[in-house]
């Protein structure tokens, strides 16, 4: 930036700062209800303000927004049929395994605020790259790609949905109480926060990781281990080169090294620790309360909310 | 230095301007939020008042194909949109409802914030993160210039689109139907076929590309992407009129006494056909081209002679697919000149015993005062197992065939205008037609 450019910049910057004019407290919109009884959403408006806004205090939103996403992506809203399928799923999967377990305050006080569902793929086209889902700050959480939705393909919404999920809350409640510094150094100089992305999934596990991400660091290895922990089936456990045992308290290696699984392994117990000390939450319970709930899932239990009635 | 004091000054006069007095009387009345909250207000208010709703003109990006929707804005943040493309609506006419708001967070912007299958598909990123590259969310640019219109600019893409209150008594299919007989009459199955551009001045070549034109000017190739509705075509840019600062961009259909145009207001700029209907049948490919045989509007003496040719085929174990008339040239070069040897044939494919074939009955073409004899030459052994299933003898075969697509015959348009030749009716003084489809051009 040249003097000229420098110099008018700060002109205009002074010119909108100078003068703070006080703005309107009120906005127009202000004595629009929730949702219109006479819109095409009405019903699934009102089970996204009783269900979501007044049972735990988060915002679902769907209505696509383009100030409140990354403006570098093109992006589509959700189908309105895709975005009531995610909005009964994730009550399933997610709200509802903790509100069994752990009871609604918990979900009320740690989970993010801000549930934003967007249709299309988030495609950084010049480099070929795609981002799944983005969280901010414990606030909101942004999924991608959701008119892709498949609620018979629990591999991707484990993917898209519920890893994420799972990641995000866990980091929600390590920062809330004291992170385990022991956690830090189980693998302590195997992270690798400029080029984790170079990392294949056999590499990873074979140096006592879930995921290459896991690599990134600790506290990134810490909630990956819990949401993997928690969403995975034993089938996708395998797929990996685990088992899961048949307790589904530990993994056990079975194509190579024994090293990686018993580091897992301890970052798993490790984490269970934690989250019972400091929350009284049972990880053992709440993974088998999601893989019973992956199980027993067709479109009729999720959407009529009639899972064990 | 002498700049730079002078931008210094600059800085202090508008500081002087933009300073804090808390005394200086206000340029006014309302807040920027409210101004911007009354604006937005007007913006709704505007579009929920018309009772039919608006025609929106949208391209995706400038200058891309565009495309014509109807959209009702209801009050309740429904909106009702109807339209009958082959990107959004697999050509099929359709309404869908979906939301729409207005945001005014950073400027007043109309945005179809749930999905709706007829319009959010051009924004659709799709997987490459492109799509077809556009916009979901538009940027008010006029709410109280014009009453009954409002331009908007796309959000990230940029392209202007333009909508206009409907009047009360447009029939929203009719206005859809009429956009489809549009579309028949000028561009249908079109793509790749020379037009001519007058802008008042001179000629130019127009190729016509999926709902744009592809021109030179300023040698350059250009786009030049329009939409059809009922009242004609309208270019997102326009052509460039022969006074080459203005573009025409509105055009509408006139039928004069022996081709149709799409012509300006003022008559003085239009697109024409480059061919007549002869010669675009006989003439002019480069290449190779056929025609395929069509028995709907055929003539029924037609329809009834190759019924029964393909009725006498089934009968005997063969399945007669296609019949068509074909051209081939035949390029070669001698002594360094270019010779091209023009050949014509009806070609006919069929399956018998388990296989396909496909052979010629070769014809002698002539071509006068845009008329065209078809003559019996010769026939290819390929089609001896099909005419011993059809005749006694390969000669009482070939004249089922000859009988049915030789004679002499002046060609029409079959959309309904010399802009479209995509299908042409072959007519002969004793009332015979035959329907006859451009199967495969190579121009």
């Avoid at chain 1, 700060?10 to 700062?17: D, W």
């Avoid at chain 1, 993917?159 to 385990?180: R, V």
């Amino acid at each position: 930036m040249n003097i000229k450019h420098i110099v008018l910049a700060g002109a205009i910057m002074l010119g909108f700062t100078a003068c703070k004019e006080k703005l309107s407290p009120n906005s127009i919109y202000d004595d629009i209800p929730p949702y219109d009884e006479t819109s095409y959403t009405y019903e699934f408006d009102k089970y996204l303000y009783e269900t979501y806004v007044l049972g735990y205090n988060i915002a679902f939103q769907y209505k696509l927004n383009d100030v409140s996403t990354d403006m570098d992506y093109n992006l589509v809203p959700v189908r309105f049929d895709k975005a009531q399928e995610v909005a009964h799923t994730v009550k399933y999967l997610f709200l509802d395994v903790y509100d069994k377990q752990m009871g609604k305050d918990f979900l009320r006080q740690y989970t993010p605020r801000i549930l934003n569902i967007i249709g299309s793929p988030a495609v950084n086209a010049s480099q070929g790259t795609e981002t799944l889902g983005v969280a901010e700050g414990g606030i909101k959480i942004t999924l991608y790609k959701m008119n892709e939705f498949d609620m018979y393909n629990m591999a991707w919404m484990n993917k898209y949905i519920f890893h994420t999920m799972h990641h995000e809350f866990s980091h929600i409640l390590h920062q809330t109480k004291t992170f385990p510094k022991d956690y830090e150094r189980i693998s302590a100089g195997l992270y690798d926060s400029q080029s984790w992305q170079s990392h294949t999934d056999k590499e990873a596990y074979r140096l006592g990781f879930v995921t290459p991400y896991s690599m990134s660091e600790a506290h990134e290895d810490f909630v990956e281990v819990i949401s993997s922990y928690i969403t995975d089936t034993r089938e996708t456990w395998k797929d990996r080169g685990f088992i899961m045992a048949e307790d589904h308290t530990h993994i056990e290696f079975v194509d190579e090294d024994q090293e990686g699984t018993s580091i897992i392994n301890s970052k798993i117990t490790m984490c269970k620790e934690w989250l019972l000390d400091k929350y009284n939450y049972q990880l053992d319970s709440i993974r088998a309360e999601v893989q019973r709930r992956q199980d027993a899932l067709t479109y009729d239990i999720v959407m009529n909310d009639s899972y064990g009635k | 230095m002498k700049h730079t004091l002078i931008y210094m000054i600059a800085v202090l006069t508008l500081l002087s301007v933009t300073g804090c007095n808390r005394n200086e009387s206000r340029l006014f009345d309302q807040s920027a939020d409210e101004r911007i909250q009354a604006r937005a207000q007007h913006f709704h208010d505007k579009l929920v008042d018309a009772p039919n709703g608006w025609e929106m003109l949208y391209f995706p990006y400038p200058d891309a194909a565009g495309y014509a929707f109807l959209i009702n804005f209801l009050d309740n943040g429904d909106v009702i949109v109807a339209a009958k493309n082959d990107v959004s609506s697999d050509n099929i006419l359709r309404a869908e409802s979906s939301c729409w708001a207005i945001d005014a967070t950073q400027s007043v912007v109309l945005t179809f914030h749930t999905y709706n299958t007829l319009l959010s598909i051009f924004a659709d990123p799709q997987d490459d993160g492109i799509g077809e590259n556009g916009d979901y969310e538009f940027i008010l640019l006029n709410a109280e210039s014009n009453e009954d219109y409002i331009r908007m600019k796309g959000k990230k893409h940029e392209a202007y689109v333009r909508m206009s209150r409907l009047a009360e008594d447009v029939d929203w299919r009719q206005y859809l139907m009429d956009i489809n007989a549009l579309y028949t009459k000028t561009f249908m199955d079109n793509d790749g076929t020379e037009m001519i551009y007058w802008d008042g001045a001179k000629e130019r070549t127009l190729t016509y590309d999926n709902g744009r034109f592809l021109y030179m000017e300023d040698k350059k190739e250009q786009e030049r992407g329009f939409i059809l509705t009922p009242s004609g075509m309208h270019f997102y840019s326009g052509l460039l009129r022969a006074d080459q600062k203005t573009y025409a961009q509105d055009f509408v259909l006139v039928d004069e006494e022996d081709r149709t145009l799409l012509k300006t207001e003022d008559g003085e700029a239009w697109i024409g056909s480059k061919y007549t209907a002869a010669d675009f049948f006989a003439y002019k490919f480069t290449k190779y081209s056929r025609w395929m045989y069509v028995a709907e509007d055929s003539d029924a003496d037609t329809q009834a002679a190759v019924q029964a040719i393909i009725d006498a085929a089934r009968g005997n174990g063969a399945i007669i697919n296609n019949i068509g008339y074909e051209r081939t040239v035949t390029v070669q070069t001698i002594s360094g000149k270019e010779r091209r040897t023009y050949s014509h044939a009806l070609y006919i494919s069929y399956l018998a015993d388990g296989k396909q074939f496909g052979g010629r009955i070769k014809l002698d073409q002539t071509n006068m005062n845009e008329e065209i004899t078809f003559s019996y030459k010769s026939y290819e052994e390929s089609l001896l197992p099909l005419f011993a299933r059809i005749a006694d003898t390969p000669t009482a075969a070939v004249a089922l065939f000859t009988d049915a697509f030789c004679g002499t015959f002046r060609p029409e348009s079959y959309c309904g205008s010399t802009l479209n030749l995509t299908q042409l009716l072959l007519k002969d003084a004793d009332g015979t037609t035959i329907h006859v489809k451009a199967d495969k051009i190579i121009m």
